[in-house]
């Protein structure tokens, strides 16, 4: 099985799902942009997506599952439902755009806001627009999950600005995204792996499951502003390898 990939892939495979691991473990997104953005030097980019939503959809739900007691469903219902809404919207905007333009608007504002989180002595508040403004982000997300499997960005930096806890943001977004890879899963048929894929689902898992780990022991010694700043300085990395 392992005759179909060679050393330099496996390692290129194997440092990708690490680090994306770290990323997703710690922070609880950007899974898919730090892996990918290594991936794609060494593998088709359709096994990538594979790799992405199918991993990212496994991973974000045994860190779901841990943070289960933070868990808010009258809060997540509205990112959920609006974000299910947008996923056949994204996935539409792949067969009939080039979705290029949009990661490199998306990738700009998450550097902008990154560097402004950085420098910023306090991050914004916005306390109002209740479970309306939720769903709009939601249903954002769910095009941006549909379309480049990037459905937590926006939900994880609106967590960050509505000013809720580390813990409460990641009872939030992490659920999101669960729901929004599944979604996506069924719509594009992601499930139906082959050889290769296969292969590299089989190579990679590991490799991210460490990352994970090693990503959630960073994330239980970091207090409130520490994680704030983990969060912004992810942001800009992420953005910079979207751009790439």
Request: positive net charge; glycine residues 14%.
């Amino acid at each position: 099985m392992w005759a179909d990939l060679s050393l330099q892939t496996l390692a290129i495979v194997w440092l990708g799902g690490f680090l994306g691991g770290i990323a997703t473990g710690a922070a609880g997104f950007a899974y898919g942009v730090v892996a990918s953005s290594i991936w794609l030097h060494a593998i088709a980019p359709v096994h990538v997506t594979i790799l992405v939503v199918s991993i990212g959809l496994i991973i974000q739900a045994g860190l779901t599952w841990k943070m289960r007691r933070s868990l808010d469903m009258q809060r997540l219902s509205p990112f959920v439902v609006a974000g299910l809404i947008g996923v056949p919207i994204g996935v539409w905007l792949v067969i009939k755009t080039d979705p290029s333009a949009i990661k490199v608007v998306l990738a700009a504002f998450m550097v902008a806001y990154g560097v402004y989180a950085l420098a910023a002595p306090r991050l914004p508040r916005i306390i109002g627009g209740g479970k309306p403004a939720d769903a709009a982000v939601g249903f954002v997300g769910g095009i941006l999950g549909g379309l480049a499997g990037l459905s937590g960005i926006l939900p994880a930096i609106w967590t960050q600005i509505r000013g809720w806890p580390k813990d409460v943001a990641r009872g939030i977004f992490q659920p999101f995204i669960v729901a929004m890879h599944l979604a996506t899963v069924v719509l594009i048929g992601v499930v139906a792996l082959d050889r290769t894929g296969a292969v590299l689902f089989v190579a990679v898992f590991p490799a991210v499951l460490l990352g994970a780990w090693v990503g959630w022991s960073i994330y239980g010694k970091l207090d409130e502003r520490s994680f704030q700043k983990m969060f912004a300085g992810l942001l800009v990395v992420s953005g910079v390898l979207l751009m790439t």
